[in-house]
């Protein structure tokens, strides 16, 4: 029997669906091994957070504070929430594999002395836990050995935690030795937009090379996206050639994304890049190479030049509405 | 300065990858391996700050088979200095490494370690964080730009994470792992391919280091992932739109 432990991730003092997937499949855990599911924020200035946390069907949800937890940063993050699971007796501790996932989970098994487990898709019956390998092409069924365990889990893969029951908040003081810390944020360059964000958009319609630069983007790409009312997405070959931000990468190593419906125009569809769209429900390939790779994954493949079909289906879109 | 650069030898990334019907693994014959593409970024990047700073020693070390010599020479016709090889047979798993490398630190001191990301193999993306917990040290993961401060003292690292680029400020010595857009590596040179047939290669045995390497994770199987239904091709805009509203019913 072991107690979860949820690391309720939040930004600009909101939660995204991600963080109700990572409680989501925090309940699912404890369930299955018998025990209670908790929830944390850590931060300054943590009420509002930990009062809207605890309507998601936890058995209690820890407001986490310190100054040094004001910006997230690995190491005071990793010393308060290890502390925080040893100290209320959580022996897995959950979250969702995004970046600040990604960057703290590590550092927290290291002081549990937790096997850990990286963006998983699937909790088995029998314990097990499946995750991708070789960019989605070999799916690892795996089991944690030692008694704690840290797990990541991929934000598309599980459903967000229905509302449910009003748990009890506990304020905690974090332990934090300072005198260790050897990281300060500096700075956040956010890219603003008004769009729905990559990773919980209905529709995501992301463009890559052949739009050869990044006015084309505006220009072309952008409208059928709004049209659209989709999230905006790119191959990393348009954003390593400059042509849109880095947090608009949808891959291997950039974002997973699992829409309804994933139009890719333009992409010639890599092996890296599946790995970030494959999940999606419907794939749409827009793409005047008919042997781009991106047509083996796509459930409608329409060959052309994408600086007539986009705008013709920008119109046609509109002409539904 | 010494750099300390972890580097990982893997299936060339375009490769087709097939899992044995047994559940055993993926199929590797005929496939090519590579030095895994970030961990040549951060040898790439080792090199650069080697070469700003007119002097530093860069010192690789990967852990595997015998083969990944291979990537190590890679490594050494670079450009980097010399090459530590710690033998182990078999997929050797994340915490190993990471311990691996807290050894290897404590051995060579470097004033900076390297590494990729993560693997295109495995995906963890864990090894570089667990590092620098077992160290006390700091990390700056997913790297896109590293600024030194005069002093040596602390760097300046600009890292690509959900929302866009977030900078933080790191003493030294630290862990950076490198994320894609952190510079383009260069092809190894004749000459250096010549040199790197010189320059030292350590071989250590895993169990000369006296590390822990009770199993943390078990592999049960490998499976392949679900299979997608054939698609069908449109000829006319209209048709796409028409059969994603009545067909698909996603608009």
């Known amino acids: ?321 | 300065m010494k750099i300390l650069v972890a580097a990982k030898r893997v299936p060339d990334p375009n490769a087709t990858i097939k899992v044995r019907p047994d559940g055993t693994g993926i199929v590797t014959d005929n496939l090519k391996y590579v030095v895994n593409p970030f961990c040549e970024i951060a040898i790439e990047e080792a090199l650069r700050i080697k070469e700003k700073l007119g002097g530093a020693e860069v010192v690789l070390v990967s852990i595997g088979a015998q083969v990944s010599q291979e990537q190590l020479r890679t490594g050494l016709a670079m450009g980097a200095d010399r090459a530590i090889l710690v033998l182990a047979d078999g997929d050797v798993e994340p915490i190993v490494v990471a311990r691996v490398l807290e050894k290897l630190v404590a051995q060579e001191s470097p004033d900076l370690v390297l590494m990729g990301k993560q693997a295109i193999d495995d995906d963890s993306n864990v090894v570089g964080q667990m590092l620098a917990e077992m160290l006390g040290w700091a990390q700056a993961t997913f790297a896109s730009e590293i600024k030194f401060a005069d002093d040596k003292s602390s760097a300046v690292v600009t890292r690509e994470v959900d929302g866009g680029l977030e900078d933080i400020q790191v003493s030294l010595p630290a862990i950076i792992t490198a994320d894609l857009r952190l510079n383009e590596p260069r092809y190894a040179s004749l000459p250096g391919i010549m040199k790197a047939r010189k320059k030292e290669l350590k071989e250590i045995p895993l169990a000369d280091l006296g590390i822990d390497q009770a199993v943390q994770i078990k592999v049960q199987k490998i499976a392949p992932p679900p299979a997608r239904q054939a698609g069908k091709r449109v000829e006319t805009v209209q048709e796409l739109v028409d059969l994603l509203h009545t067909e698909a019913k996603v608009i």
Request: glycine share 10%; net charge negative.
């Open chain 1, 1 to 321: 029997m072991s107690n979860v432990l949820v690391f309720a991730e939040h930004l600009h003092k909101k939660f995204s669906k991600s963080t109700f997937v990572a409680v989501g499949a925090g309940k699912a855990l404890a369930a299955q091994s018998g025990g209670e599911c908790y929830a944390a924020v850590l931060g300054t200035g943590m009420d509002a957070l930990a009062a809207e946390l605890a309507e998601y069907g936890v058995k209690g949800v820890f407001a986490v504070e310190h100054a040094a937890l004001e910006h997230y940063t690995a190491d005071a993050h990793a010393q308060a929430l290890a502390g925080l699971a040893e100290e209320k007796g959580c022996d897995v501790v959950v979250a969702t594999a995004s970046s600040i996932g990604k960057d703290l989970l590590p550092r927290v098994a290291v002081r549990l002395g937790a096997g850990m487990a990286s963006d998983i898709t699937e909790i088995n019956a029998d314990g097990t836990l499946v995750r991708p390998t070789y960019a989605g092409n070999a799916m690892a069924t795996i089991s944690i050995e030692t008694p704690r365990k840290v797990i990541s889990v991929r934000a598309t893969a599980f459903e967000p935690a229905a509302k449910g029951g009003s748990a009890s908040v506990e304020k905690v003081a974090a332990k934090i030795d300072e005198g260790a810390l050897k990281m300060k944020f500096v700075s956040f360059n956010e890219t603003k937009s008004d769009r729905p964000a990559l990773t919980e958009a209905k529709i995501v319609v992301s463009g890559g090379r052949g739009l050869k630069n990044g006015e084309n983007f505006q220009t072309v790409l952008e409208p059928l996206v709004d049209a659209m009312g989709a999230a905006m997405g790119a191959s990393r070959a348009a954003v390593d050639a400059g042509f849109v931000p880095n947090d608009l990468q949808v891959g291997q190593t950039g974002k997973v994304v699992a829409p309804e419906l994933y139009i890719a125009v333009g992409i010639s569809g890599a092996i890296q890049h599946l790995a970030g769209m494959k999940d999606s429900k419907v794939i749409v390939a827009i793409n005047k190479d008919e042997e781009a790779p991106i047509f083996q994954v796509s459930d409608y493949g329409l060959v052309a030049d994408l600086f007539k079909a986009v705008p013709e289906m920008k119109e046609a879109v509109e002409r539904l509405k």
